[in-house]
């Protein structure tokens, strides 16, 4: 499991990949790395102290992201994220937070004082495929609710049962509405959701200047932000 990543062609940044507490949802139906979840505090400073020790501060931004949102992070690493800011004057932070704790965000801005961009795994904006067939749990009334407390977000493409017609619904509203996202293209994994390999062909022809925009990531895998792998 790689923890520690440098992102150099776009919005520069460090990215670390830390252990946190069980996901509060935890019932994403394409999600398996919740496996790296603990209840153990001691192991999970083990790590993360580990993690946030090849910060540098070199490009003074820092992705922190976890197997659920910043709020499963502990306390001590927390404030240890906050001294590795401090000692490597990191002035731009990234984190993940579920849609769910979307009106709590600003405990997060209060507790470091910096610039935080927050992106949400929304994953589509078709509501019933995001929480029948994903199981997402996440429920707002429009693009524009989100887009009003998140800065970023993450979609997934490539699921069989995604259509060509709700793709490109969502690269419009990604677009359209939000300052960054993430476009994470569906890596098969342990959970019983399988990739649709000719949606995929599909999106990659007709979706490629996606990837040259600035402020969107696309990972054609998921391990494409050198953080990750094997649990």
Known sequence: MERYGVIENKNPREIVLLKGKPCFWGKCSFCDYIEDNSLNEAEIEHINIGALSNVSGKYKALEIINSGNVFELTNATMNNIKQVCK?????????????????????????????IIFKCGIETFDDDFRNTVLNKGAYFSSPE??????????????????????????????????KYGCVNVFTPNSTKIEPDYELISWFKESYAHIGNLD?????????DFGVGGEI
């Open 145 to 178: 609710e989100v887009a009003g407390y998140m800065d970023s977000i993450c979609l997934l493409v490539g699921i069989k049962g995604q259509t060509k017609q709700m793709i490109a619904k969502d690269m419009e509203i990604l677009l359209k509405h939000f």
């Open 87 to 115: 000692d490597k004057s990191i002035e731009t932070l990234f984190f993940e937070s579920h849609w769910a704790y979307h009106k709590r965000l600003d405990e997060i801005r209060r507790f470091f004082g910096l610039p």
């Open 215 to 223: 402020n969107i990531d696309v990972l054609w895998n998921n391990t």
